[in-house]
């Protein structure tokens, strides 16, 4: 009880709380895992500041892991598994990996190596080309929850600063959620209804497009943030500026408003990305010109793509490669 001074507590240091969490785990593996090489994701987390702790309580909770880059191993499902993604030898393919979900939004810029692969699988730790491994920015206000509000406004049951009776308001964004995920759906422009409360309200596709477009250019400004980034690293060295001189030049890339030019493939992940036209949205909202980058889909389960990429890029990198390619 918040407002009795005599209620019992304790402090919790919240890194704690999480190595106990993922010693827990651990616990809870076969005695004869536990001794087994491990490997843990390390989510698309844009702050510095917070990735660090999140790998040093990892690497506090359990002893010898290794990490491995999550929006990496997604590239690395569709370039070993799915075989999709075919990175052009020579040049550092850019890769924009976007997870819009419930309540986060991730974008992530993957620059490949020069040989056709994502990470370094060199054991003294040599960074590949151009001194980066990803280029990551986070817009927690840009997503799922994000878009219901939207259509709550839209539909004129909320006002856009509304905190009184938070139990009636949740309600009303679980149901257009509902609405969304079946609008969604279905394929075709037919209207979801919904009851909350005492009024009846109809979800269509169309005002699905609608929110589409304008979560497209709400997240723009990420994206322009993210692309600044990307000419930087191309243009800060002598040696990044002479390795990427062709390229700049092939692109037209004559400044940080064109880098987007430089973004070979978006790999498309999260359940919010599911809205009807988002993909369109994305491209016209991002790529102003003729220049449009392949698209592939992750689907739903992003962390399982990162999972399963994970598991084929250690594969493919044992000695004698356990996952070859197909001939």
């Not at 790999?267 to 698209?295: M, Y």
Request: proline share 5%; with cysteine; net charge positive.
């Amino acid at each position: 009880d918040r407002r009795d001074p005599r209620t019992p507590f304790r402090e919790l240091d919240r890194d704690e709380v999480f190595r106990e969490y993922l010693r827990k785990i651990l616990d809870k593996l076969p005695v004869e895992y536990r001794q087994r090489r491990k490997y843990a994701l390390m989510p698309s987390i844009g702050d510095d500041k917070t990735r660090t702790r999140y790998r040093d309580a990892l690497e506090a909770a359990l002893p010898d892991v290794t990490i491995i880059p999550e929006p990496e191993m997604v590239a690395e499902y569709f370039r070993l598994l799915k075989r999709t993604l075919k990175l052009e030898s020579g040049a550092n393919n850019v890769i924009l990996v976007i997870d819009v979900g419930a309540s986060t939004a991730n974008m992530t810029l993957v620059v490949s190596r020069r040989d056709q692969a994502i990470v370094d699988v060199d054991t003294t730790g040599a960074q590949r080309d151009q001194r980066i491994r990803a280029l990551r920015g986070d817009s927690v206000d840009h997503a799922g929850r994000w878009v219901d509000k939207q259509l709550a406004q839209a539909l004129g049951v909320l006002e856009p600063r509304a905190d009184k009776d938070l139990e009636s308001r949740d309600r009303v964004l679980r149901a257009i959620e509902r609405a969304k995920v079946s609008a969604s759906q279905t394929g075709k422009d037919a209207p979801v209804e919904i009851s909350p409360g005492d009024a009846s309200m109809v979800i269509t596709q169309k005002m699905l497009r609608s929110v589409s477009k304008t979560l497209a250019g709400s997240l723009g400004q990420l994206f322009q943030r993210l692309c600044e980034r990307l000419y930087n690293n191309h243009t800060n060295t002598d040696y990044a500026r002479r390795i990427s001189k062709a390229r700049l030049s092939e692109r037209e890339v004559n400044g940080p408003g064109d880098a987007y030019r430089l973004i070979d493939f978006i790999l498309l992940a999260g359940g919010t990305s599911l809205l009807p036209e988002f993909e369109e949205a994305i491209l016209s909202a991002f790529f102003p010109d003729r220049h449009r980058p392949k698209v592939l889909r992750v689907g739903t389960s992003f962390a399982i793509a990162a999972a399963a990429g994970g598991l084929a890029h250690r594969l493919h990198n044992y000695a004698p490669p356990r996952l070859r390619d197909s001939v």
